[in-house]
Every structure is written in C-alpha cells, then in structure tokens.
C-alpha cells in the first residue's frame, strides 16, 4: 500500500498568517497519462471532508484561491496564503493511482 | 447538485452484521464509481472499498477482505457496504464518497455523505 506520511501534525496560527502542510508519498504519483493522483481535503470540526484541490494544484468548485496545491512525485505542499478562521480541522491528502485509496494521517489546523 | 444521504445510525452487538445505505440524487448513478471511508473517534480516514455500478464490479481494501461486501442498486441509485463479524473496533462513522469519475482510481472524491455512526458493543 502506499504511504502518505503528512507533516506537521498540528498548526497553530495567527488569521492572516500563511500556513503549509506537507505530504509525501511512499511512491510516485504519476500516472503514465502525466496527471498525478494527489487530493487534499479539509473536515472541519463535525462535518465530513470536504475536497479542496485535485491532481496536485487544482483547486474545486468554491474553493477559496487563498488554497493551493504544489509538488510532484512524491512531495507534495498545501498551503493556505492567509488563513481564516474557517479554516480551522483537519486536513488530509489522499493518492488515488493504486488501491487500496489510502489517506495522510492528518494534519490539524488551528487559529490562535 | 450531487447529494449523498446515508442511513441512520446503528448500535450492533459483537459479531453482527451492519449493511449502511447511501442514496445518490443529482447525479447520473452509473457514470460515478463510490467509494466507502471509515473514521474512528478521533482517528483518520480509512478507506475500506468501492463498486463501479456501470461494470457491478466492487474493489475492497485487503484488510476487510472477506468481511465487507459493497453492492449498488441503479434502479433506487444507492449504494450499500455490509460489514459482517463486527468487532468493537469496528466502532466508526461510515462514509460513502462519489467519485470524480466511473473508476475509483484517479479520480476525487466528492461529495461525502454526512456520516452514519456504527457502534459495536455488547
């Protein structure tokens, strides 16, 4: 299975300072069609996830553009430009090019 | 708008079985595969498997080999995961998951149903 190990486990921040996450993979997320199979989702306290950015860098229908998505192969970066307080829960990423699906262990955000 | 609902939450004894629905609206049923993620309190998000309801065919993660079946009716466009000989481990919230697309592979998952709480205790 491939491994998705996110760092850090939890971030503290200040509304209006930026925020980064990292998840790297046990392996190479490329596909041979060139697109690579990263997600990145956010559950907020009581919800269920919630997709923010596909295939790396593209952000979804509604998500905010201070959400981005950056890597390649096995590292991979999320990052929140200037974070609100309705960023605040858990984010995770999750590769999609071998099942089983499998998911970063977590990385929860909070704002001080 | 897509929407998933999921059925209500369940209480099971040691060694019973759970089978939890999720009825798709908004979306043609056989053009997505589904995907079904659990979540323990306070733990993340596994996922267990997935059917293509255009092929009928279900992909199930090794670990619930065996235990797990995942069906899809088109006819009421709902999906079904049966979890069978349950543990008191198995105690989580059963999400379902749309598909971007008709494969589980490379595709994101949204929407998520809102959740249906198995609890497993004696």
């Known amino acids: 299975d491939i491994v998705l190990t996110q760092t850090p486990l939890s971030l503290s921040v200040t509304p209006g300072q930026p925020a980064s996450i990292s998840c790297k993979s046990s392996?190479?997320?490329?596909?041979?069609?060139?697109?690579?199979?990263l997600y990145w989702y956010l559950q907020k306290p009581g919800q269920s996830p919630q997709l923010l950015i596909y295939?790396?860098?593209s952000r979804f229908s509604g998500v905010p553009d201070r959400f981005s998505g950056s890597g390649s192969g096995t590292d991979f970066t999320l990052k929140i430009s200037r974070v609100e307080a309705e960023d605040v829960g858990v984010y995770y990423c999750?590769?999609?090019?071998?099942?089983?699906?499998?998911f970063g262990g977590g990385t929860k955000v909070e704002i001080k | 708008q897509v929407q998933l609902v999921q059925s209500g939450a369940e209480v099971k004894k040691p060694g019973s079985s759970v089978k939890v629905s999720c009825k798709a609206s908004?979306?043609?049923?056989?053009?997505?595969?589904f995907s079904w993620v659990r979540q323990a309190p306070g733990q993340g998000l596994e996922w267990m498997g997935g059917?293509?309801?255009?092929?009928?065919?279900?992909s199930y993660a090794q670990k619930f080999q065996g235990r797990v079946t995942i069906t899809a009716d088109e006819l009421s466009t709902t999906a079904y995961m049966e979890l069978s000989s349950l543990k008191s481990e198995d105690t989580a919230v059963y999400y379902c998951?749309?598909?971007?697309?008709?494969?589980?592979?490379?595709?994101?998952?949204?929407?998520w149903g809102q959740g249906t709480l198995v609890t497993v205790s004696s």
């Open positions: 908004g979306v043609t049923f056989n053009s997505n595969a």
């Open positions: 998951a749309r598909a971007g697309g008709y494969h589980l592979l490379l595709n994101w998952l949204d929407p």
């Open positions: 392996q190479s997320l490329l596909h041979v069609d060139g697109k690579t199979s």
């Open positions: 059917i293509i309801p255009m092929f009928g065919t279900a």
């Open positions: 295939e790396v860098s």
């Open positions: 999750m590769q999609g090019i071998h099942l089983p699906l499998t």
